[in-house]
């Protein structure tokens, strides 16, 4: 190996060497796609001879934190084994008691905050969890297995990772939004619905924060290990059943808990596994909190691009799926449901360019091509010559590319219709803008209009959809 990833692997090398107390040959590092805030290396090494897989995690440089750090993770880890999590095993981690002789600048290429895992074998990616014919066995009993590994995280007892916070989530969201300046009504209108309906306090337990699929490692057999822990906190155990049946999570599947069953049979596995029994109520509840906090998740992971934190088009382009989000919460809160047969305004801007129609769009003041067909050449490239010669994360990154190309397109084709129809439905409320709305949500003036309000939302967020997801309507929710 050469360059970073020569310093890297040395200091990999030293630090697994010295938590074995034996020779370790660090035989191939690779890069793993995904990853807002952190780097995933796959590693092959050799200790005393023998071939060990393990799995390399870093917090990457310039990034946002987004959840707990990679010490009390990897802290997390240890106290979920023996309570009956299945997890990858914690082989070494920054700041263990072995590394304490070893000078810092010997570690260095490591980083501040990362930890090394046993390598798990099986399967993540939900398209395959969820379709192959191998895993049709595992997904049989998924739901139960998921079960039984939640009751087992819910009842690791708190006082082994103290570090671990309570932190109330409406306070915390509306401290986001008004951070970011960037008025979100549909999301005001969640968090009212969310402060005047919470649950009954309940014992306060570990929650994993990220339980879902996407993060479940499964084999033929069913789940082999729970993953990405860095969103654990101190909540409500429901919290985690909430999630798993929130709606992004799902992957195209029509059964709501995870994609693996329906919500009754959720809640029925997890009392069966020895889980404090949850009713409807709550887990409507929390899967509209797991809905708001998906959106909200999405704004600080696109902000982190926008302020140059961490420039990439996968977190640019994560800004976009926040109308997704709400057109989820409007369907989930009391009121009209968003019509699928909106009328959705006629293109008035560069739309039908020359492939699509055989009839050329007319020059504008720039000159030929104009901006669309620009773009529309751009994404056909990216689609063909760029994928077909790049593989992994280069090539992952490439189809979102391609699809942010093709949001542009539709904009351009849609957008100035959108906003005039826009500006008519806030003129209709009596607001100029989207700040007063959601301000005058936020305060609770419109009361008596919440049908009115929600469906000039839902027709403003199905537009929104039509350029950042024609489809997402229409599939399964």
Not at 209 to 236: I, K, M, P, Q, S
Request: charged share 20%; hydrophobic share 50%; proline share 7%.
């Amino acid at each position: 190996m050469s360059g970073p990833d020569a310093a890297l692997a040395d200091a990999l090398q030293i630090a697994l060497e010295a938590r074995h107390g034996a020779p370790v040959v660090v035989t191939d590092l690779r890069r793993l796609s995904g990853g807002a805030s952190r780097q995933t290396w796959a590693v092959d090494a050799e200790v005393g001879g023998t071939p060990v897989p393990l799995i390399l995690q870093r917090t990457r440089g310039g990034a946002a934190p987004t959840g707990i750090a990679v010490g009390i993770e990897a802290a997390l880890l240890r106290a979920a084994r023996p309570a009956g999590v299945p997890v990858a095993d914690v082989v070494v981690s920054a700041g263990d008691d072995a590394l304490t002789s070893i000078a810092a600048d010997r570690l260095a290429g490591l980083g501040d905050a990362w930890m090394v895992l046993r390598r798990v074998p099986g399967e993540a990616l939900p398209a395959r969890v969820l379709r192959d014919d191998a895993f049709a066995a595992a997904r049989a009993r998924m739901l139960d297995d998921c079960a039984a590994a939640l009751v087992a995280i819910h009842r690791i007892p708190p006082t082994q990772v103290p570090e671990l916070e309570d932190v109330d989530r409406l306070v915390r969201y509306r401290e986001v939004l008004d951070g970011f300046g960037d008025p979100q009504p549909v999301f005001e209108l969640a968090i009212r619905w969310l402060a005047a309906h919470q649950p009954t306090v309940v014992a306060s337990g570990v929650v994993h924060g990220d339980f879902r699929t996407g993060n479940l490692l499964v084999d033929e057999h069913g789940l082999a290990a729970v993953l990405d822990w860095e969103l654990a906190h101190l909540g409500d155990p429901a919290e985690d059943l909430g999630w798993f049946c929130t709606r992004a999570w799902r992957f195209g599947s029509p059964l709501p808990a995870g994609g693996f069953g329906t919500r009754d049979e959720l809640l029925a596995a997890y009392a069966r596994a020895g889980g404090a029994p949850v009713d409807a109520e709550r887990l409507h509840w929390w899967e509209v909190m797991g809905t708001l906090t998906w959106g909200v998740i999405c704004m600080v992971q696109t902000a982190t691009h926008r302020l140059g934190l961490s420039r990439s088009v996968e977190l640019a382009a994560i800004g976009r799926r926040v109308c997704e989000t709400e057109l989820d919460l409007l369907r989930l809160l009391p009121g009209p449901d968003p019509a699928p047969d909106h009328a959705a305004p006629a293109p008035t801007g560069e739309a039908n360019h020359g492939s699509a129609t055989g009839q050329l769009p007319p020059r504008t003041v720039h000159g030929l091509p104009t901006a669309a067909e620009l773009v529309e050449a751009t994404r056909e490239w990216i689609e063909g010559d760029v994928a077909a010669a790049t593989e992994g994360a280069v090539r992952f990154h490439a189809r979102v590319a391609a699809n942010v190309l093709a949001m542009v397109e539709r904009e351009l084709a849609l957008g100035p219709a959108h906003a005039v129809a826009h500006a008519e439905r806030l003129a209709r409320l009596g607001f100029a803008d989207d700040a007063a709305l959601a301000a005058s949500i936020r305060a609770g003036d419109l009361a008596g209009r919440q049908d009115e309000v929600a469906t000039a939302l839902g027709a403003a967020v199905l537009d929104k959809l039509a350029v950042a997801h024609p489809g997402y309507p229409d599939d399964p929710a």
